[in-house]
Nanobody
Framework: QVQLVESGGGLVQPGGSLRLSCAAS????????MGWYRQAPGKQREYVAS???????SYSDSVKGRFTISRDNAKNTVSLQMINLKPEDTALYYC??????????????WGQGTQVTVSS
């Protein structure tokens, strides 16, 4: 059973910073990509950032230059450093991982989400 667990969310003032982390655990054979999505109240889930299949990084235009994604392959973790946060960054942030369990098919897994609220 594969699990993704996010942490690091919270309440922060505009202009502040937060660091989100996500750890993948369980029976994992190989992780292809990991990334972050978010969903604000009343809106659809949207892409935030991820690692590409060749190991590069990709960001949505709304967070480019403010968010940085990083990864620790040895620990199966992915982090999202967020600076200069804006009220419009308020959302439930989800981690996902495209991976293969031993003997199983390649599949995308999702965490339960961590809340980020940017407000004064």
């Amino acid at each position: 059973q594969v699990q993704l667990v996010e942490s690091g969310g919270g309440l922060v003032q505009p202009g502040g910073s937060l660091r989100l982390s996500c750890a993948a655990s369980g029976s994992i054979f190989s992780i292809y990509t990991m990334g972050w999505y978010r969903q604000a109240p009343g809106k659809q889930r949207e892409y935030v950032a991820s690692f590409t299949s060749n190991g590069g990084t990709s960001y949505s235009d709304s967070v480019k230059g403010r968010f940085t994604i990083s990864r620790d392959n040895a620990k199966n973790t992915v982090s999202l450093q967020m600076i200069n946060l804006k009220p419009e960054d308020t959302a439930l942030y989800y981690c996902n991982a495209d991976l293969r369990a031993p003997g199983g098919p390649r599949k995308v897994y999702w965490g339960q989400g961590t809340q980020v609220t940017v407000s004064s």
